[in-house]
């Protein structure tokens, strides 16, 4: 089976590397392809084709370039189903989930055709004597994207048409078990006018991260991933002196209180926890019941075990399988570590049976209850179709709770007081936060905005924040004398030169 090529230049072109990495269909651990693990020569090739290439894009008129991503989400459109079809197969994905998946990457590309005013600087005269100071925003160079398996086409959409349309050259490295959406993504790109050279795919494991965050071509590096590895491209890319922005680990809260409307509250929960078999940054994994809502719990449970597990091809499924036979072994040890530490299986999803796909990567909805925060199945992002229950008193005690733990990408909270919805929102500790919504997550024209540690880097995704990433500001002070002026009086006549 022949391996992905890499993307430079405009075109696909093969690897001369040596090692592989295998593509496997999560529900059946079917063969689907190889990935190169880029060689040291054609990394350096990519960058180089990249800095030449920025060094024209940059002088293209912002408006231009914005027309060229009009092209782009036309394309994305007309090719949407083509680009789910292969998160299907490759991620696990419904085909509604893969749909929603491209759409959300989408709506950023359409955001940045406002580039031309989101760029804009600012500038005051007079602030002295003849004084004038104006502020201008430029592009920072070539930059680089680390994207993660669960979201194959949102999150490099997150990343590359705001790196482009500000001038910079882009450099995406998609995961390597989920890369094919990622090049039918940017090959329409270069279908709609991107010049060549200005983005370019290189794929692979260890050896291309540590690449894109040690090269002194590349001005910044996007990531999104797990804690541990996040840390490590932090610390890592900052110190060869790059801009850094980092989306990282979650533990994501929903407070259900007794006045919540218990069906919009359940269905909410439900499709947040276990859509996408649980691997979302922003899935809930915690539920906490506030008092008298303890008794909404098996109602919760019913909908848990009307859902069907199976693959994500299949017609209905509502939970597919989670990406790996790691990640699957990984959610076992942390349920198995819970269960010995006390904790009680509401519905146990462990050994789901699912006919015909007796090889996928397969668990079923998972509630447990009696957790405790020491526990590894609260204290870890499990990422898998897990949720928490937990019990409080109050919604003192909840938000105490809920700003206890170390991260902060996202909080709901089910009620129908305004009061209790004013109080939650200002003083709870996550950076976004949803009243009667499960999965906060902002439209492009806003920003990203987790905090805590759910966040590395001052800068977040999309919105007018990664404009600011992405670009560098220039300010200009200039002096100009009135005496200066002079008059040279013209004439009509041909002067010959």
Request: aromatic share 6%; charged share 20%; proline share 5%.
């Amino acid at each position: 089976m022949s391996a992905l090529p890499l993307y430079m230049n405009g075109a696909e072109c093969p690897s001369a590397a040596t090692e592989h990495l295998d593509v496997l269909d999560p529900a059946t651990q079917k063969l689907l392809g190889k990935v190169p693990c880029t060689t040291q020569e054609e990394m350096e090739a990519i960058v180089a084709s990249a800095v030449a290439a920025q060094k024209k894009w940059r002088e293209t008129p912002v408006q231009q370039r914005t027309r060229v991503l009009i092209k782009f989400q036309q394309l994305l459109v007309e090719n949407k189903d083509d680009i789910a079809c292969s998160m299907v197969s490759e991620n696990g994905k419904t085909m509604v989930d893969a749909i929603g998946d491209i759409t959300r990457g989408i709506e950023v590309v359409e955001h940045c055709l406002a580039m031309p005013s989101l760029m804009m600087g600012e500038s005051m005269e007079q602030i002295s004597s003849n004084m004038d100071t104006k502020s201008m925003r430029q592009p920072l160079g070539v930059v680089a994207g680390i994207a993660p398996f669960n979201f194959p086409a949102m999150i490099p959409l997150w990343m590359l048409p705001i790196a482009i349309s500000t001038g910079n050259a882009f450099i995406l490295k998609p995961s390597e078990k989920v890369p094919t959406a990622s090049q039918k993504i940017v090959k329409l790109a270069t279908e709609a006018g991107v010049p060549a050279g200005i983005i370019s795919i290189l794929h692979g494991g260890v050896s291309a991260v540590n690449f894109l965050c040690t090269h002194k071509d590349i001005k910044a590096v996007s990531f999104v991933g797990s804690g541990h590895v996040g840390r490590i491209v932090y610390d890592l890319a900052t110190k060869h002196g790059k801009r850094v922005q980092c989306n990282m680990g979650a533990k994501n809260h929903a407070v259900i209180m007794p006045d919540a409307h218990q069906e919009q509250a359940l269905n909410g929960i439900i499709g947040a926890a276990f859509g996408a078999a649980g691997q979302r940054c922003m899935a809930i994994s915690v539920a906490v019941f506030v008092g008298s809502a303890s008794a909404f719990l098996p109602a919760l449970l019913e909908k848990a075990k009307a859902l069907k597990v199976g693959a994500g091809s299949l017609e209905g499924v509502d939970v597919g399988p989670v990406i790996s036979k790691e990640s699957l072994a990984r959610i076992h040890k942390i349920l198995a570590a819970s269960e010995n530490a006390g904790v009680t299986f509401e519905l146990d999803g462990r050994h789901i049976p699912v006919p015909g796909y007796e090889k996928g990567n397969f668990i079923g909805p998972t509630v447990v209850s009696g957790v405790t925060e020491d526990m590894a199945c609260y204290s870890e992002e499990i990422f898998g179709p897990v949720l928490c229950c937990m019990f409080v008193s109050s919604l003192d005690e909840a938000i105490a709770l809920v700003n206890r733990n170390p991260m902060g990408n996202g909080v709901a909270l089910f009620t129908a007081s305004g009061g209790a919805a004013r109080k939650f929102e200002h003083e709870i500790e996550v950076g976004q936060i949803g009243i009667n919504v499960p999965v906060p997550v902002p439209l492009p024209f806003f920003s990203w905005s987790s905090s805590k540690g759910s966040i590395l880097g001052d800068h977040h995704f999309y919105g007018k924040s990664a404009v600011a990433f992405y670009t560098q500001i220039k300010t200009t002070v200039s002096r100009w004398e009135y005496h200066d002026i002079t008059s040279d009086a013209g004439s009509v006549n041909f002067s010959g030169r």
